[in-house]
Nanobody, 125 residues
Framework: QVQLVESGGGLVQAGGSLRVSCAAS????????MGWFRQAPGKERELVAS????????YYVDSVKGRFTISRDNAKNEVYLEMNSLKPEDTAVYYC??????????????????WGQGTQVTVSS
């Protein structure tokens, strides 16, 4: 069982930066792949980035490549999403998610078993 709690969301101007964090509980955190998803009003939830258990593999959706960086600290049971050059279209609730068993990255929602409650990121123009 893994419990996830996001933090670090907020309001930022376009072009600014923000880092969201996800604290995980549970003994299996270091062995499972993690992801960050987001859901904007009126839109479906989408994968933003994914990272493997040993940080050796990372995936980014095209719209955030070069601007966002996913990382993790297995000693602290935390995963991060560093967001730079933020745009108004990045406004969404950002969710942290964990796979149940596998350490590889995953690109579809059904590959993730555990979810946080979300943190709001708002980018003003």
């Amino acid at each position: 069982q893994v419990q996830l709690v996001e933090s670090g969301g907020g309001l930022v101007q376009a072009g600014g930066s923000l880092r969201v964090s996800c604290a995980a509980s549970g003994r299996t955190f270091a062995s499972v792949g993690m992801g960050w998803f987001r859901q904007a009003p009126g839109k479906e939830r989408e994968l933003v980035a994914s990272i493997s258990s040993n940080s050796g593999s990372k995936y980014y959706v095209d719209s955030v490549k070069g601007r966002f960086t996913i990382s993790r600290d297995n000693a602290k049971n935390e995963v991060y999403l560093e967001m730079n050059s933020l745009k108004p279209e990045d406004t969404a609730v950002y969710y942290c998610a964990a796979r149940r068993r596998w350490g590889t990255i995953a690109t579809i929602q059904s590959d993730y078993e555990y979810w946080g409650q979300g943190t709001q990121v708002t980018v003003s123009s």
